[in-house]
């Protein structure tokens, strides 16, 4: 089988190839955005949720955007921000694992590996005046071994035991600090995503009622079907919202 055509890279200088696999993009200006993302180690891997929206603006555009894929044998990968640019990313990173599963060596690139190849690329991209719009996080299993991350805009990357990105950073941070668990079960973890993410779709209006849970274990990568997030409208405030307001604009 013909490998994988990789299109034209501004970064083909750089010896490294993984590196400079993931030179491209047309991007200027994020034009299809993605909000929150959530992930956290639980007793078995890791779990990673986002919704499935897609946002122009403050406009709810689209409301069927995956924002999770999985890469290579080990790791997952989530995003906000510019649609397209995650696109490229993720298209980009399926041709690098392409290319090391082809030296069939029994080895294959690991969660700290692209880690570390995506924080690279985030700050050469910035350096250049032409940056991924996105904040990504990277969790994955290898060897028995649990990690989570996130690259920002600008290269940085950390590791942690939970994360959130977005909106979630403000909303859904405080109630993982106060309730996550490294032994959660997968149900747990799943309830605890839940309500983090109702609290953001709550308050955020780039936010939808379509969720979408991932998890990575020893065994692989699951990517589950998108499904609705029970809510509830039926407060007080919301039936009478200008109480206490009046002669506001």
């Not at 959530?38 to 689209?62: C, F, H, N, P």
Request: with cysteine; proline share 4%; charged share 20%.
């Amino acid at each position: 089988m013909a490998p994988p055509k990789m299109q034209s890279m501004d970064a083909e200088q750089v010896p490294s190839t993984s590196y400079r696999l993931l030179g491209s993009g047309r991007n200027a200006y994020p034009y299809v955005r993605g909000a929150s993302v959530l992930a956290l180690k639980y007793r078995d891997g890791i779990l990673m949720a986002a919704d499935m929206g897609g946002s122009t603006g403050r406009t709810l555009a689209y409301k069927n955007v995956e924002r999770i894929k999985a890469i290579g044998q080990h790791s997952l990968l989530g995003a906000s921000g510019d649609i397209s640019d995650f696109q490229e990313i993720s298209r980009n990173l399926g041709v690098l694992t392409f290319y090391d599963d082809a030296w069939d060596d029994g080895n294959s690139l690991g969660p700290k590996e692209v880690h570390n190849i995506l924080a690279l690329v985030m700050y050469d991209r910035w350096n250049k005046f032409k940056p991924f719009c996105n904040s990504l996080v990277l969790g994955g299993v290898k060897n028995g071994e649990k990690y989570l991350g996130m690259v920002s805009m600008i290269g940085e990357k950390s590791e942690y035991n939970y994360v959130a990105i977005e909106t979630g950073n403000d909303l859904a941070l405080p109630i993982l600090r106060k309730e996550w668990n490294e032994n959660f079960c997968f149900e747990d973890g799943v309830k605890l995503l839940e309500k983090c993410m109702r609290m953001i779709l709550y308050y955020d209006c780039s936010a939808v009622n379509r969720l979408q849970i991932a998890k990575i274990t020893e065994e692989g990568a699951t990517i589950f079907p998108p499904y609705s997030l029970k809510t509830f409208w039926g407060f007080e405030a919301y039936k009478n919202p200008t109480v206490g307001a009046e002669g506001s604009w």
